[in-house]
């Protein structure tokens, strides 16, 4: 490829891994001995989805596996997308067969393809005439369609750790052909930390950061970070995924009478703009099926606090707490949900650990030994306990 081409693509573009070796992260799924890795090796790969959150690697991994078994590639966004180029796709397909070759076809996305379109790809995949790789963000058990999600295998991508966003950065910074290494600009290991920490696991993210703050400056500091995230990273989709993780996050620390991990996840939901006319409609519902009975103020105390949405007088004490819990949102951004506590209406997600140990509150009789936080927030006390 041309070097001023080359030079002009993003950051994140250049630093992408080209073999499974560079490939930092996922060890759940190719590391050494993994199913995926031994299927690659064989080149005898099967269609699959990957689902994970945003800069966790869906793209690059499909494009290593193209490029490690030799195959054709072809890559789809499903929003630009159509059963037009579908049908181009096929013809390509054939002629492949016919060599001797095989195709990949990455769909980008995934999930905003209607059942239209799924149906026409579903019997080509049925009939191996493509491997497909979808990918998306959003839940596949919702958002494929049943008959195609069978024929595929569910990988789940986990955000990286910061020690594993820390090792791409510092390789970017070193690298002379494809990173910054020839601008010689000078990070401290603490900035690095600092944009893992911000960036919430997503390389992509991290990586134009990097990019940003170095055009500003050889050396980056925690001002010049702060200023290249203009925006909030928090994930948030409030129809996606996370956001039905995260508020069965919050009622389950309700029902468990854990203040600290409700008031997390109330903010969480809050700085991420979700309208608290929502979730004061959730805590009048958790008051009438959760405690009912047992307290028969509890729905005229989450009435009130539905009514103070739209105005009232703030307690010093919670205002405190809740700008704890606040700092913590902005500080640690996206803190996975813990398993245990999300909600698994799915056998996707049952056979994905989705709620399995959960402690039902009443069957312990409220006395259940259990965290509501995250595990790097596990003990945290926002409250001041008299």
Known sequence: MDEDLNNRKPLA??????????????????????????????????????????????TTLALV????????????????SGLKDLREVIKKAQQDEWQGKKLILFIDEIHRWNKTQQDALLPHVER???????????????????????????FV?????PEQMVSILTRALKDKDNGLGSQKIKATAKILEMIAQMSNGDVRTALNV???????????????????FQKSYLL????????????????????????????YWLARMLEAGEDP??????????????????????????????????FSKKSNELYTAYSKAKKDVEDLGNLPVPLHIRNAPTKLMKELGYGK???????FNYQENQEYLPDKLKGKKYFNKS
């Not at 269609?47 to 959150?53: A, E």
Request: with cysteine; hydrophobic share 40%.
């Open 236 to 263: 948030y989709d409030k129809n996606g995924d996370e956001h039905y993780n995260i508020i069965s996050a919050l009622h389950k620390a309700m029902r468990g009478s854990d203040a600290d991990g409700a008031l």
């Open 128 to 154: 191996g005439l493509v491997t497909l790789i979808g990918a998306t963000t959003e839940n596949p058990s919702f958002e494929v369609l049943g008959a195609l999600l069978s024929r595929c295998r569910v």
């Open 277 to 310: 006319l929502y979730i004061a409609r959730r805590v009048v519902r958790f008051a009438s099926e959760d405690i009912g009975l047992a307290n028969s103020r509890a729905l005229e105390q989450a009435m009130a606090a539905y009514n103070a949405c739209h």
């Open 210 to 228: 990097l990019e940003y703050a170095s055009s500003l400056s050889v050396e980056i500091t925690a001002e010049i970070v702060k200023e290249a």
């Open 65 to 80: 596996i193209a490029k490690q078994t030799k195959c054709d590639f072809v890559r789809f966004s499903a929003v630009t």
């Open 13 to 58: 573009d250049r630093m992408r891994p080209q073999t499974l070796d560079d490939f930092l992260g996922q060890d759940d799924i190719i590391g050494q001995g993994k199913l995926l890795r031994q299927a690659i090796t064989n080149d005898k790969i099967p269609s699959m989805i990957f689902w994970g959150p945003p800069g966790t690697g869906k």
């Open 357 to 363: 140990d959960y402690q039902y509150s009443p069957d």
């Open 157 to 161: 991508l986990k955000q990286l750790k």
